[in-house]
């Protein structure tokens, strides 16, 4: 990956931004965002719950299910332990190498793959019966791309769940579990793109991407998945949007 200071115009709001050092284009060798921070967000998010922000099948026992943008297999781990079989896939060669620490001392039988999410060059060929991407589509530039994977290696009737920070609540003291903002109020809803907390949590560390709702959804049905169920989870007002789709038979 190669130093990258492009600017993609999204309607008539304002620009994303893709901070130097990522280029999702290419994979290259140079670090993606979380590679600089691996250590210190493994270790800021400890004591986090394992269970992802999903709406999961009740059964998984057996399924062959995608992690992506897996982080250091968090989520992972929780999916082998409810019987599935796991292939976790990640652009940070820093949290996949955490990732393969824990699978070598607690022996899951996970597969942890480095590859970017909005590509499927890193893809064996054989469909997932499901795929999850838990709290980390606002960390993706390139959401069609993503969506766009998903729809490819699911096998027809295939689910798909994925979490976000609410899109249409901006955080903050009564609408987010850490007190911090999840999108820049001042800029705005309308204004799509790139953006951080200036240094606080992991926002302020590896920034993200605030997108509205009807960008989200739009997307699914872009990439041809079905939406079939939508949770929305916090306290006051909604902290996460979470939702299940599938792939047409």
């Known amino acids: 990956m190669r130093p990258n200071s492009s600017r993609k115009t999204i309607g008539n709001w304002g620009s994303l931004v893709t901070l130097p050092g990522y280029d999702r284009g290419m994979m290259g060798g140079a670090a993606a965002r ?45 999916l082998a332990g409810r019987g599935a079989r796991v292939t976790g896939v990640d652009l940070s060669a ?22 970017d999410a909005t590509s499927t060059d890193w893809w064996d060929g054989e ?10 589509l606002m960390d993706i530039d390139d959401l069609d791309g993503a969506l766009s994977t998903v729809a490819a ?49 992991v926002r302020g560390h590896a920034g993200a991407n605030h997108r509205m709702l ?3 959804l739009n997307a699914v049905v872009g990439a041809g998945l079905v939406l079939e169920q939508l949770a929305e989870r916090g306290t006051s007002v909604p902290v996460t949007l979470i939702a299940r789709c599938r792939r047409q038979r």
Request: aromatic share 16%.
């Open 34 to 78: 979380y590679d600089a921070i691996a250590d210190w967000y493994v270790e800021f998010t400890r004591d986090w719950g394992t269970e992802p922000q999903a709406l999961l099948p009740e059964d998984l026992l057996g399924q062959r299910v995608l992690d992506l943008a897996c982080g250091y297999g968090t989520a992972s781990r929780y």
């Open 94 to 115: 820093g949290l996949l190498s955490r990732a393969r620490q824990f699978e070598s001392d607690q022996g899951l039988g996970i597969g942890y793959v480095h590859g």
């Open 127 to 136: 469909a997932y019966d499901g795929v999850l991407c838990n709290m980390a």
């Open 153 to 201: 290696v699911l096998a027809p009737g295939g689910w798909f769940s994925f979490s976000v920070f609410h899109p249409c609540y901006p955080g903050g003291p009564e609408g987010s579990w850490s007190g911090l903002l999840s999108w820049a109020p001042d800029r705005g809803y309308a204004r799509e793109g790139w953006w951080s907390t200036a240094g606080a949590g």
């Open 214 to 216: 009807s960008t989200y």
